[in-house]
Structure formats: structure tokens, C-alpha cells
């Protein structure tokens, strides 16, 4: 099954409005699979979560995670077990920071890298200088309620070039929920996952192996065919509540390589096979190949989700 | 309560970095109130010069250079002194608070804590307070720490959380 992340959520621990409590409602409410707590620079709603989940004997499910709110950039970190301090972060070496957090467990992201920042909001935007990028995890490639095409466009074509360029990031989003806002029709981060699994394992297991969804609604399933060379392309419905589409959309597939993409519309049966020759006339530059989906045009208006990377064989 | 240690200061603008106060506590107790304040958190006044002065820093960034006077105006009023404040006890972090309060309580107890804070059975060993200044606008930012703790019957005032 797909699970529905919502992993940036603040609460009133920080400057949030919806206490703990709330928070769990109104993921509830809006049929949420798993939230995740990211306060700033503070993890006292962990225990409080915990202890309201298993009060309430509720099934869906949290992830424990702080947003390192650094002079020069936020840091999402999921999966966190322990406060590490980011005092002593460096501007020019971030990674000492993802080092230690990812030492200790931690999933580390870069969160909205091209928001505003200085002068108006220090902080906001991500400055620090990265040169290693293995050394985290994710990229927050839409936060839903920034600006589409000064902040959100620039942060997914920051991930695509360095998936492109074969480094293992995963991509997320999150609401940036600090009260009760609009879920609907914004991007949701999906994970696969079985009934009564271990989020955090889950989740741990998705992003390690760039195994992320990141969509408004459906999801775009695609399976490599060794024996054909062939990749399937599938969508898939969600239960994820608001998304907007009409019968006359039409769904359009992008597969993004290197050298090229690809654009291709998907027929009423939303299955589509295509041959790896039509992908890579030649056999031997095989690369990644990101998969994205479409309405109506491939617009970043009109983008409806994102599919983890394909490395074919 | 009891006041164990006051202190303040004055920042400059401009000023991005920490400022810690380590206080070692003479006994165990069993609640703490740490109380910081602030003032100029906002620009009073905009004049021509720090517009100049803010349009001058925006200059290469794309996002702000083509900004109209009004939408710079707009953005400068929204603009503010950032202070995060951080608390570690015995080296272990137990609260900290992001919500830019000019008056802000952080207090510790094992049945009370404010907003951001981890509730703790006892107060003991070495309290740090850090300021994390993110952003201070103007010269001459008056800021105040207070540290009081207790072992007095537990008692939340109304006006945010501070024990009478």
C-alpha cells in the first residue's frame, strides 16, 4: 500500500497553532497516513505526541523530527531520536551538521532551499554552501505554501540536477503546517508501506532508497521489465482528499534524462509501456530517469506528482 | 521563586551569533522560570536612508532588486529583531523557543512546562541559557535574562505561565 506523509508540521512548541493534540486531529481529519512533528529547534512534542497517540489508541501513525532553524538555512530531520545542537554550524561545511544528525539515525533534508531570506528573513533561505551531496538525504522540493515559481520550481530543478548528476537524494514536500490550513489539492509525500508498519522504518527504508512520491492526488507507478525492456507506467489513485481533475484532463507523462525528455500522453486505460530504445537509442548511457506527471501540459502549474527516480539495468 | 541570577545587555545591528549564560545552581529544585525580554522588535520609524540602506543589500538578489518602494516599504515593516532562546541542563537540551515573544517565560517543572520545554522532575547541576540572535534591526536592542527557581507550591500566573 501507499502511505501519505505530511512531514513538516509545526505545533504551538514552536510557533505553530495547533497544539499536539490538534495537530493529530487534523491529520486525522484530513485521512493522513502519518505526520510528522518538526518544530522549530525543539522536540518537546515528541513526548506529547507519543503519549496522545497511544492515549487515544489512534492508527495513524508519527514521525519524530525537529526543523533545525540555522542562521543560514532550515534543516529538516526526520527520525530524530535526540536534540543535537546546531549552535556551532558552519556556513561553509553544513555536513558537520548532517554528519552527526545522520550518526545518530536521523533522516536529514534541506527544507525550501530558495525561499526568502536575508534581509527579510534570515534563515528562510538555504545558504550554506553544500560540496558534499551524499552527505544528506532529501530535498524539500515543494513547500506548499511558498511561491510556485520563485521558490518551489527552483527547489525541484535543484533535486532533479543532482539526481540527474546520480547523487541518491530523495524528493519531499510538506504544508509547512502552522495551523489549520488547506490540504487540499497541495503536494503530500507518499511512501510504500504495509498495514501496521513501522513509519519510522518505512519511511527510513523510502527515502535511503529514493523511494518517494511527492504528489497532489494519484500516484505514477512505473515497473522496469528487464526481460522486455520495457517500463510500465501506472496511475494510481489515492485516497488523499481534494485533489482537482476533471474527466477531460488529460494525464501527461515526462521522463527526464540527461540528455532529454520525454513527453508522452497516457491513453484512457492510464497504463503506458514504453521501450528503453525510445528512452536511450543508445544501450550504453543508460541514466537516471525522473517520471513526472502532468495535466493537460507539462506547465509547472500543472505538474500532479513526481515518481522516484528509475535506474534501469 | 527565587532570583538566582538577572543579567541584560545591549546589541548592535546586525548582530547574528549566540550569547550563553551558564548558571551553576547551588541545590536541586524543583521548578525553574527563565524570563527574557527584549525591545525593538520592529522599526519604528522607516526613513529614506534605511530604505536606501535595505535596497542597497538587496542588490543581485533577483527576488528583491525589481521590488516597487511600497512593496519594499511592506517588507520592511514586516521585518523584525529574531531571538531564539535555548536552554540545556547538565549539557542535555530541554527547551527552546522559537515564538518571537518580547516577553517570554520558559518554564520548568515536572508537571508544567511552557511551550517548547520538556518537563523535568528536578533542577539541578548547570543551567545554559542561550540567545540564538538571528536578526536585530537596530543599535541599541535593550535585552533582560532573568533565572529564578524554586520549591514553593506550584502556581501558574495568568500572564504566561511564570510561577507566584
Request: glycine fraction near 10%; aromatic fraction near 8%; proline fraction near 2%.
Given at each position: 500500500m501507499y502511505k501519505r506523509l505530511e512531514l513538516h508540521n509545526h505545533t504551538t512548541e514552536s510557533d505553530g497553532t495547533l497544539t499536539p493534540s490538534q495537530l493529530i486531529q487534523f491529520m486525522e481529519e484530513n485521512l493522513a497516513d502519518g505526520f510528522a512533528i518538526t518544530d522549530h529547534n525543539t522536540i518537546?512534542?515528541?513526548?506529547?505526541?507519543?503519549?496522545?497517540?497511544e492515549q487515544k489508541k489512534s492508527s495513524i501513525s508519527s514521525i519524530y523530527g525537529m526543523e533545525y532553524t540555522t542562521y543560514y538555512g532550515h534543516i529538516l530531520c526526520l527520525n530524530l531520536k535526540e536534540y543535537l545542537s546546531w549552535e556551532s554550524i558552519d556556513y561553509h561545511r553544513p555536513e558537520r551538521l548532517f554528519h552527526n544528525l545522520k550518526e545518530k539515525g536521523a533522516l536529514v533534508g534541506v527544507a525550501h532551499p530558495f525561499s526568502y531570506g536575508h534581509p527579510f528573513a534570515r534563515g528562510c533561505r538555504f545558504d550554506m554552501t553544500i560540496t558534499d551531496f551524499n552527505s544528506f538525504d532529501f530535498i524539500e522540493v515543494f513547500n506548499n505554501p511558498e511561491p510556485l515559481h520563485q521558490v518551489n520550481e527552483p527547489a525541484l530543478l535543484w533535486w532533479e540536477e543532482l539526481v540527474l548528476k546520480g547523487f541518491p537524494l530523495s524528493a519531499t514536500c510538506g504544508m509547512d503546517l502552522h495551523g489549520r490550513w488547506d490540504m487540499n489539492n497541495q503536494y503530500a509525500t507518499f511512501i510504500e508501506g504495509v498495514n501496521g508498519g513501522n513509519i519510522e522504518k518505512e519511511l527510513e527504508d523510502a527515502i535511503r532508497h529514493q523511494k518517494t512520491w511527492v504528489s497532489r492526488g494519484p500516484i505514477l507507478e512505473s515497473k522496469y521489465d528487464p526481460q522486455k525492456q520495457t517500463i510500465l507506467f501506472t496511475i494510481c489513485e489515492t485516497k488523499k482528499p481534494g485533489f482537482i481533475h476533471s474527466d477531460s484532463d488529460r494525464y501527461i507523462l515526462s521522463l527526464c534524462c540527461m540528455t532529454e525528455t520525454v513527453v508522452k500522453e497516457f491513453p484512457d486505460c492510464r497504463s503506458l509501456e514504453i521501450p528503453l530504445n525510445e528512452l536511450y537509442p543508445d544501450y550504453n548511457t543508460r541514466s537516471v530517469l525522473i517520471p513526472k506527471l502532468y495535466q493537460n501540459n507539462t506547465a509547472i502549474e500543472n505538474l500532479v506528482a513526481v515518481a522516484p527516480v528509475i535506474i534501469p539495468g | 521563586m527565587v532570583l538566582i541570577y538577572e543579567t541584560g545587555g545591549i546589541l548592535n545591528e546586525g548582530f547574528v551569533g549566540q550569547i550563553s549564560y551558564t548558571v551553576c545552581l547551588d541545590k536541586a529544585y524543583d521548578a525553574m522560570d527563565i524570563e527574557f525580554t527584549f525591545d525593538k522588535q520592529h522599526y519604528q520609524t522607516i526613513t529614506e536612508e534605511m530604505g536606501k540602506k535595505i535596497r542597497e543589500s538587496c542588490s543581485g538578489m533577483p527576488e528583491y532588486e525589481h521590488a516597487s518602494e511600497e512593496e519594499l516599504m511592506d517588507a520592511m515593516r514586516g521585518m523584525k529583531t529574531e531571538i531564539h532562546t535555548i536552554v540545556t541542563m547538565n549539557d542535555t537540551f530541554i527547551g527552546g523557543v522559537h515564538k518571537q515573544l518580547t516577553t517570554r517565560h520558559m518554564?520548568?517543572?515536572?508537571?508544567?512546562?511552557?511551550?517548547?520545554?520538556?518537563?523535568?522532575?528536578?533542577?539541578?547541576?548547570?543551567?545554559?541559557?542561550?540567545?540564538?540572535?538571528?536578526?536585530?534591526?537596530?543599535?541599541?536592542?535593550?535585552?533582560?535574562?532573568?533565572?529564578?527557581?524554586?520549591?514553593?507550591?506550584k502556581k501558574i500566573s495568568p500572564d504566561g505561565g511564570a510561577y507566584v
Open positions: 518537546s512534542g515528541h513526548s506529547k505526541i507519543k503519549g496522545l497517540l | 518554564v520548568f517543572s515536572d508537571d508544567f512546562t511552557s511551550d517548547g520545554c520538556i518537563p523535568q522532575e528536578r533542577i539541578f547541576g548547570v543551567i545554559k541559557v542561550t540567545l540564538a540572535v538571528f536578526n536585530v534591526l537596530l543599535d541599541g536592542t535593550n535585552y533582560r535574562l532573568k533565572l529564578s527557581a524554586g520549591n514553593q507550591e
